[in-house]
């Protein structure tokens, strides 16, 4: 799956969402480019170069705090001020999908099953 089509799954109605997670993965395309092997880039320097292509500061922050970070897509390193790529994220999503074709698999079958204390 291309990343745009990713994010648009991610991201349905928020198109501003969308755009700076789109510039924020051209950022780590870049930066990798620049640097081999070093995947971190400081969160100023992503803030400070999103703002200057447009958008809201809170709304970068935003963006990394609710969404990239707890979907897993980035860790931000706090402590050091620094962000990169999350290695776990392919991981992530390979338990999710298997854990769909499961409960697809369930359905289709007809079998009851309470999922209030299913885990998926």
């Not at 051209?26 to 200057?52: H, M, N, W, Y």
């Not at 922050?61 to 609710?66: N, S, T």
């Not at 897509?73 to 990169?84: A, L, R």
């Amino acid at each position: 799956m291309a990343p745009e089509h990713m994010l648009q799954c991610l991201f349905p109605t928020q198109d501003t969402y969308r755009q700076i997670t789109e510039e924020l993965l051209e950022l780590f395309i870049q930066k990798g480019t620049q640097v081999p092997g070093r995947s971190e880039i400081e969160v100023e320097a992503v803030v400070r170069t999103l703002e200057e292509r447009g958008h809201n500061r809170n709304t970068i922050y935003k963006v990394l705090r609710e969404y990239l970070v707890p979907f897993g897509i980035v860790d931000w390193k706090k402590f050091e001020g620094s962000i990169q790529l999350s290695k776990r994220f392919s991981n992530a999503i390979r338990r999710f999908s298997i854990s769909w074709n499961n409960f697809v698999k369930r359905v289709e079958q007809g079998e009851q099953r309470d999922l209030s204390t299913e885990e998926f």
